[in-house]
C-alpha cells in the first residue's frame, strides 16, 4: 500500500522518497528533549503514488491533532487530489542543490553549481539553512563543482493546507519547507529509468486534506498522461526542464571494442569520459581512451565529475560512492572497464564454485545443460533476423499462458466464515510466477527477492482496483550455498540505465543486446564474446552472468574510491555497577576469546576496547607492551583520543594482548560502585576512533544513558502499559543519537546496539544510532546471568554468530526497475544517501529490506517486468564485490490474475512495515485501524469487481485466504497491540525487528508453525542421507487443536516450545525427554536429550531439519501444561480471545461489519 497512511514521516528508518529533507542529509535539527517531531501525517497518494513530502518543521507546537476516521472506502477527494498535484507540478522552481550529506563532507550549502543546466532558476528562492551541518569543510578529493554537478531540482514549497492550525514556516526562513528532489531525465509521471519517480504531490489549495484513519492506501481514479513521449533509451527531460543542455540527448558515445581479444582491451564500466567541469557533454575524448573522470550517478552529477580515479583519490565522501555504483542517468557511458593496466589473459578467469544452473534452497535444480538458456533455438541462430521484442519473446517462449490448474486453484472463491481449515499442510511456499519454464530455471529465489505481487498490474490503475500494495521484500546478503563468481575485465552493464546484464536481457544478435530494464541496444564487448566456463568464442548468451539471476562480481578498482579497508572492530563496553550486577562481561569476554580466530577478516584485520561507566576507558594494546594500558579520559564534555595509533590494533600483531585484556576485564571492574553511563560520550570517542578507516562498532549497554552528551530521561509511565488509548514515546526523545549516526554512516562506520537492559533505557532514543548506520539491534529483557538462564543462553547464542558470521563494508545498495515502474518509499537500516542509493556502513547476513513500488507508466508495452538490486561492498578480506540479483515477474492486464499471483505472507510484511512507520508518525490506533482497513479493502474489492458471487459471508480469492488471520496476528504482536501490559522497549524492539528481519523469519514470529509430535508418522516424511524427516502436518493457532494426551512444537523463529500434554504418553516422555513420567519433567528444560530411540531420533531429525534452514539456531523450551512458561505459549494462539483481542471468528465479523458500513 503506497504511502498514504503508510510512508514515513519521522519513523526509524523507512523513507519516503524525500521523506528526510534534503535529499536524505540530516534535517535541521533542534538540540534536546525538547525536540518533538511532527505528528500529523496526512495520507496521499495511492498504492503507488509517490507519497506527500514531509518534513520534520522546527514548530513542534503546531502539530494538529488526529481527525475522525475517514470513511473507509471514500476515494473521490484522493483522485483530484492527484490530478491536481499534477498541474502544479509544472510550476515548480528550480533549485540548486543543497545538502546531500551529512556532517564534514558536505560543501557549504551557498555554493552553486559551475554551470546551470536549465535558465530557469530562480535565484529569489535560497537553499534553506541547514547550520547544523554546513561545516565549511570539502573532503580532500572531491571538488564541490563537481559534487553539484548539472543537477536540476524540482523544488516544493509547501502549500496552505487546509487544516486549522498548522502554520507552515515562511519560505526561505530557518524551517523552510523546500524539498529538492532529483529530476530525470524521463516525462513528467513517469520514472524511465526506474528509480524514484520525478512527480511528487503536493497538497494543492482548496483540495481537503486526506483525513488521518484513513486506510493506509488511497486509491486514484485516474493518473495523467505523460506529457512527452518517451523513446526507450533516449532522455527526454520534464517539461519544466528542458533547457539547453538536455544532456544525454544526441550525445551518444559509442565504445570501439577491439576486435582482437587482448584483455588489455580499454573497458570502463564507468564511461570514464571526461567531461567539462559542468557543462554539457561537450569535451568528451574518443570513446575507447581511458580518461580520468569517474562518471557518477543520478544522485549527483548528470554533467560533471573531476574527482580523478586514477590519482588514487579515496574517501568516504557519501556522494561519490553514487559513482561507484553507477547512476540510473541515460548518460551515454560505455559499459566498460578501464583494466588498461591489469591485462590478463584469458585464462586467468576465476569461477570458484560456480554451476551454470545456480538456485538455491529445496527447488534445486541440478540441470546444468546450457539448453535453458532463453533464447529458443531457432531465433538465435539466424543472426540476420533481429530478435523479437520482449512480448514476442515471451510468446517464443511457451508464453504467460498460465498454469490453467493453478490459476484456478488461487483465484477460488473461499468463503471464510465457512471454511475453518485455511492451513496448508506444509508452511506456506512463496507463490511461482507464472512464466515459461525457462525464465523459471534462472528467477531468483524468493528467499533473496520476493514481490507481494507475482504478477504485476499494467497500470496504476488497475493496482488501485486490487487494492492490495506493490512492493518488494529483498534479503540481498543472505548466506547462500551456492554463489557464482565472476572475475572478469569486463563487467557488462547498460549504457543508459547501468543495469548489469542478466538471464532477461535479449541478444538481438551476437553482437548486441537489448536491456531489459529501459529497452536500449547495446553492444556486446569482445571480452564478452569468449565463454571461460565452456572455453568456447561466439556464445555470449552462455555466459555465467546470462545464465544465473543471482551472480557476483570481483570488481576493479573504478568501484573503489580509496583502497579497500581492513576489517575493523570496536567493542564499546558498559563497565558500569548496573552493567557488573547483570554479568554479561564475563561471557562476552568468553565468547571474543573462543572465537577471535573466527572473526571475519585478514591478516589486515585491527581491534579496538573502549570500557565506560561515568568516565570513558582506553587500552593500548601496541605491540611490543608486555600488558595492556589503561588511559581514562574524565572529561566526558569534551571527549579526545589519547593516542592515535596504539588504540585500534592489527589482531594479529597484537593477539596476545588482546588475549590479556579479555582475560583480565571481568574482574577489573568487579568492585565497580559507580551507577552512572556516559553512552553517548562513549560514542562520541568511537567515532573519532574509527573514523580514519571505517568498520563496526559493537555497543554493550545495560542502562539509561544518564552523563553527558545523549544522557536520557526515563519517559516510560509503567501504569500506562496495558492502555488501550494511544501508546507515548515511540519515537526518539532526541536527535543525537541520529545525527552522530549520520556522522558515523558518512565514515562507513556502523554501530551494533546490544542492550541487555532490567529497567527502561529508552529504546526508542538508542535504536537510532544503529538504524541509521545500517547496524543490528539486539535487546536482552531482564538479562540477568543467574536469575534468567533463557536469555543468557539466547545472548551466548546470539553472539557466538555475531562475531563469526560475514560481513561487507562500505557498502552501497540500489535497486533498478523496469521502465514504467517507480521506488518510492525504503524500509529497514541504512541512510538514503541519494533520493536512491542506500548508504550500508556495515551489511551482514540477516538483515532484510522492503521497498514499495508505483506504476508511473503503463506497462503494456511489455509482458515481463523486472527488478534488480546490486550490492556494491568490500569484503572482509578486502575484496570490492558486487552481488548482483535479478528477478523477472510477468506483466498481466486482467484483475483476477493479479489476485492469482498475489504473495499473501509478502503483503503482510510489507503492511507490517508500513504499519510501523504509522504508529510513529501519527498514531498506534491509526495504524491497527489502516490494517484492519487493509482486510475490509481487499474483500470488498475482490468482491464487487471478480467473484461474481452474489452469496453473503466473507469471501477472498483462495490465494489470500490467510490473510485475514496474518493481520489478526499482526495487530496482536507486541509492535502493535494494545490493551496488554507491553514495556515501552519491548514494543520497540518489536517494531525494530519488523523493520529489519527477513521475511521467514517474521512470518514465523507473527503466525508460529504449530505441529503435533507424539503421533507422527512416515507419511510423506523427506529422506535425507539414511535420515527419515517425518512431516507432519501444521495446526491451527487455537487451543481447540490442542489436546492434553499430546505434545505439540511450536517454532516461532528464534525459539521453539515443545509444550507437553499432563496426560501425554509415558513412552514419548521417555523416550523423548529422558524422564520416566510427566510429573519428573524439571521445570526449566531447554534441550533434547540424544537418545538411541526411533522416536526420539525421529522428533529430533524434525527438529533439525527446521533448524537448517536458518542461520541462527533456535532455543528450545520444554513447557508443563500447568508451568508458568505456558502463558507465553498460549499467547502465540492467535486465533482464540486474549484478555483485550478478539478472536479470529469475532475479527471475521468485525470485518463484515466495517464492509456493511
Given amino acids: 500500500m503506497s504511502s498514504p497512511g503508510f510512508t514515513n514521516l519521522n519513523s526509524s528508518v523507512s523513507y519516503s522518497q524525500n521523506s528526510t529533507p534534503n535529499g536524505g542529509a540530516a534535517p535541521p535539527f533542534q538540540n534536546g528533549p525538547a525536540q518533538t517531531y511532527q505528528s500529523m501525517y496526512p495520507p496521499t497518494g495511492c498504492y503507488g503514488a509517490p507519497p506527500q513530502q514531509q518534513s520534520y518543521p522546527t514548530i513542534p507546537a503546531h502539530s494538529t491533532p488526529a481527525p475522525h476516521k475517514a470513511p473507509i472506502t471514500n476515494s473521490a477527494h484522493s483522485a483530484n487530489y492527484y490530478q491536481s498535484n499534477h498541474q502544479q507540478q509544472q510550476h515548480h522552481h528550480q533549485l540548486p542543490q543543497h545538502h546531500v550529506a551529512p556532517s564534514q563532507y558536505s560543501a557549504p ?136 543542455t538536455v544532456n544525454g540527448q544526441g550525445s551518444t558515445v559509442h565504445q570501439h571494442y577491439d576486435q582482437s581479444h587482448q584483455a588489455s582491451l580499454s573497458y570502463d564500466s564507468y564511461g570514464r569520459v571526461t567531461h567539462s567541469s559542468g557543462g554539457a557533454d561537450a569535451d568528451r575524448p574518443p570513446s575507447g581512451t581511458p580518461s580520468t573522470s569517474v562518471h557518477s550517478s543520478p ?11 586514477s590519482t588514487g583519490s579515496a574517501s568516504p565522501v557519501p556522494n561519490s560512492y553514487d559513482s561507484l555504483e553507477g547512476g540510473n542517468y541515460p548518460d551515454s557511458m560505455p559499459p566498460s572497464n578501464d583494466m588498461t593496466n591489469q591485462a590478463a589473459p584469458y585464462g586467468s578467469y576465476g569461477y ?35 530478435f523479437p521484442n520482449l512480448s514476442q519473446l515471451s510468446a517464443a517462449l511457451g508464453g504467460l499462458s498460465g498454469v490453467p490448474e493453478l490459476e484456478v486453484e488461487a483465484l477460488r472463491p473461499v468463503n471464510l466464515l465457512q471454511e475453518r481449515n485455511l492451513l496448508p499442510p506444509r508452511p506456506l511456499e512463496a507463490p ?13 529465489s524468493p528467499h533473496t527477492f520476493r514481490c507481494t505481487l507475482t504478477s504485476i498490474p499494467q497500470t496504476q490503475a488497475l493496482l488501485n482496483k486490487a487494492r492490495l500494495p506493490l512492493g518488494l521484500l529483498l534479503h540481498p546478503f543472505r548466506d547462500l550455498q551456492q554463489l557464482p563468481v565472476i572475475t572478469s575485465n569486463t563487467i557488462v552493464r547498460c549504457r543508459s540505465c547501468r543495469t548489469y546484464i542478466n538471464p532477461f536481457v535479449t541478444f538481438l544478435d551476437q553482437r548486441r543486446w537489448k536491456c531489459n530494464l529501459c529497452y536500449r541496444v547495446n553492444d556486446v564487448p569482445d571480452e564478452f564474446m569468449y565463454n571461460p566456463v565452456t572455453r568456447s568464442y561466439g556464445e555470449p548468451h552462455k555466459r555465467p552472468e546470462v545464465q544465473n539471476s543471482t551472480v557476483e562480481f570481483i570488481a576493479s578498482s573504478d568501484y573503489m574510491l580509496r583502497p579497500p579497508q581492513p576489517a575493523a572492530y570496536l567493542f564499546v563496553l558498559d563497565v558500569s555497577h548496573n552493567a557488573v550486577e547483570a554479568g554479561y562481561l564475563k561471557y562476552f569476554c568468553e565468547l571474543l576469546l573462543d572465537n577471535l580466530d573466527k572473526l571475519p577478516g585478514d591478516t589486515r584485520t585491527r581491534v579496538g576496547f573502549l570500557t565506560f561507566d561515568n568516565t570513558i576507558h582506553f587500552y593500548n594494546l ?41 582475560t583480565s576485564l571481568p574482574a577489573m571492574f568487579s568492585q565497580s560502585r559507580e551507577t552512572h553511563s556516559a553512552l553517548g560520550p562513549a560514542l562520541q570517542a568511537a567515532f573519532k576512533l574509527m573514523s580514519p578507516t571505517g568498520g563496526r562498532v559493537t555497543v554493550f549497554q545495560t542502562q539509561l544513558p544518564t552523563l553527558g552528551a545523549g544522557a536520557l530521561q526515563s519517559r516510560e509511565d509503567p501504569n500506562q502499559r496495558s492502555s488501550t488509548k494511544g501508546v507515548q514515546h515511540l519515537g526518539p526523545a532526541t536527535d543525537f543519537y541520529k545525527k552522530l549516526a549520520l556522522d558515523c554512516s558518512g565514515q562507513q562506520i556502523g554501530v551494533d546496539l546490544f542492550l541487555l537492559s532490567s529497567q527502561y533505557a529508552d529504546l526508542a532514543s538508542l535504536s537510532c544510532i544503529s538504524k541509521y548506520s545500517a547496524g543490528s539491534i539486539f535487546y536482552y529483557p531482564s538479562f540477568h546471568y543467574i536469575h534468567n538462564p533463557a536469555q543468557l543462553e539466547k545472548f551466548q547464542r546470539d553472539l557466538e554468530r555475531y562475531f563469526t558470521r560475514k560481513i561487507g563494508f562500505e557498502a552501497v545498495m540500489r535497486i533498478r526497475c523496469t521502465k514504467g515502474l517507480s521506488i518510492h518509499t525504503f524500509h ?26 508505483s506504476i508511473e507508466d503503463s506497462l503494456a508495452d511489455s509482458s515481463l517486468a523486472c527488478f534488480q538490486a546490486a550490492l556494491l561492498y568490500t569484503s572482509s578480506k578486502g575484496k570490492r564485490r558486487i552481488r548482483v540479483h535479478t528477478l523477472c515477474l510477468p506483466v498481466v492486464n486482467q484483475l483476477s490474475d493479479v489476485y492469482a499471483g498475489a504473495d499473501v505472507q509478502a503483503v503482510t510484511c510489507l503492511l507490517a512495515n508500513m504499519a510501523i512507520d504509522r504508529s510513529i508518525s501519527s498514531s498506534l490506533s491509526d495504524a491497527r485501524d489502516a490494517l484492519v482497513n487493509a482486510v475490509v479493502d481487499l474483500v470488498s474489492a475482490y468482491k464487487s469487481n471478480v467473484s461474481n458471487l452474489q452469496q453473503s459471508g466473507l469471501v477472498v480469492p483462495a490465494a489470500m485466504r490467510l490473510f485475514p488471520v496474518y493481520i489478526l496476528s499482526l495487530l496482536k504482536q507486541k509492535a502493535l497491540r494494545t490493551g496488554t501490559s507491553t514495556r515501552l522497549d519491548e514494543r520497540v524492539f518489536a517494531m525494530c525487528e519488523f523493520k529489519t528481519q527477513p521475511l521467514q523469519q517474521l512470518m514465523r514470529m507473527v503466525h508460529p508453525d504449530l505441529y503435533r509430535l507424539d503421533n507422527m508418522s512416515d507419511q ?34 528464534y525459539v521453539f516450545y515443545l509444550w507437553i500434554g499432563k496426560c501425554c504418553s509415558e513412552v514419548f516422555i521417555r523416550d523423548v525427554l529422558g524422564c520416566p513420567n510427566y510429573a519428573s519433567i524439571p521445570p526449566n528444560m531447554s534441550h533434547i536429550p540424544e537418545l538411541e530411540t526411533p522416536l526420539s531420533e525421529r522428533v529430533r531429525a524434525f527438529l533439525d531439519w527446521l533448524q537448517d534452514n536458518r542461520a541462527f539456531s533456535s532455543m528450545i523450551h520444554i513447557v508443563k501444561d500447568d508451568a508458568s512458561a505456558k502463558a507465553t505459549f498460549f499467547q502465540h494462539l492467535v486465533e482464540d480471545r486474549s484478555e483485550s483481542a478478539s478472536s479470529y471468528y469475532e475479527f471475521l465479523q468485525h470485518i463484515q461489519q466495517q464492509m456493511s458500513k
Fill in 352 to 386: 570458484p564454485s560456480m554451476e551454470p544452473a545456480y538456485q538455491q534452497g529445496p527447488a534445486s535444480h541440478t540441470d546444468s545443460s546450457p539448453s535453458h538458456d532463453l533464447y529458443s533455438q531457432s531465433s538465435y541462430q539466424q543472426y540476420s533476423q533481429p
Fill in 622 to 662: 601496541q605491540e611490543g607492551l608486555s600488558q595492556p594500558q589503561m588511559l581514562v579520559v574524565s572529561d566526558i564534555d569534551d571527549v579526545f583520543i589519547p593516542s592515535h595509533d596504539s588504540l585500534m590494533v592489527n589482531l594479529k600483531e597484537s593477539k596476545e594482548l588482546v588475549k590479556d585484556l579479555l
Fill in 828 to 853: 529497514g537500516n541504512f541512510f538514503v544517501r541519494s533520493t536512491d542509493l542506500l548508504s550500508l556502513a556495515n551489511v551482514n547476513p540477516d538483515s532484510a529490506f522492503a521497498v514499495q513500488m
Fill in 109 to 244: 550549502s551557498s555554493s552553486v553549481p559551475p554551470s546551470q543546466p536549465h535558465p530557469t532558476l530562480h535565484s529569489s528562492v535560497p537553499p534553506p539553512s541547514n547550520a547544523q551541518y554546513n561545516q565549511q569543510q570539502h573532503p580532500p578529493y572531491a571538488t564541490p563543482g563537481s559534487y553539484y554537478g548539472q543537477q536540476s531540482y524540482h523544488s516544493q514549497q509547501q502549500q496552505q493546507q487546509q487544516q486549522p492550525n498548522l502554520v507552515p514556516a515562511p519560505a526561505g526562513g530557518p524551517g523552510a519547507p523546500l524539498y529538492p528532489i532529483v529530476s530525470y531525465p524521463s516525462a513528467p509521471g513517469s520514472s524511465q529509468y526506474g528509480t524514484l519517480s520525478s512527480s511528487q504531490s503536493t497538497s494543492a489549495p482548496g483540495v481537503p486534506p486526506t483525513q488521518m484513519g484513513a486506510p493506509l492506501h488511497q486509491y486514484s481514479t485516474s493518473r495523467p498522461a505523460p506529457t512527452t513521449a518517451v523513446q526507450p533509451g533516449y532522455s527526454v527531460a520534464p517539461t519544466s526542464q528542458l533547457g539547453p
Fill in 432 to 444: 511461482e510466477p507464472n512464466l515459461s519454464p525457462d525464465l523459471k530455471k534462472v528467477n531468483c
Fill in 1020 to 1053: 510423506g516424511a523427506l529422506h535425507l542421507n539414511d535420515t527419515v524427516v517425518p512431516q507432519p502436518h501444521l495446526l491451527h493457532l487455537s487451543a481447540e487443536r490442542l489436546s492434553r494426551d499430546g505434545a505439540f512444537l511450536m517454532d516461532c523463529g
Fill in 299 to 309: 544522485g549527483h552529477h548528470q554533467g560533471g565529475d573531476t574527482s580523478s580515479s
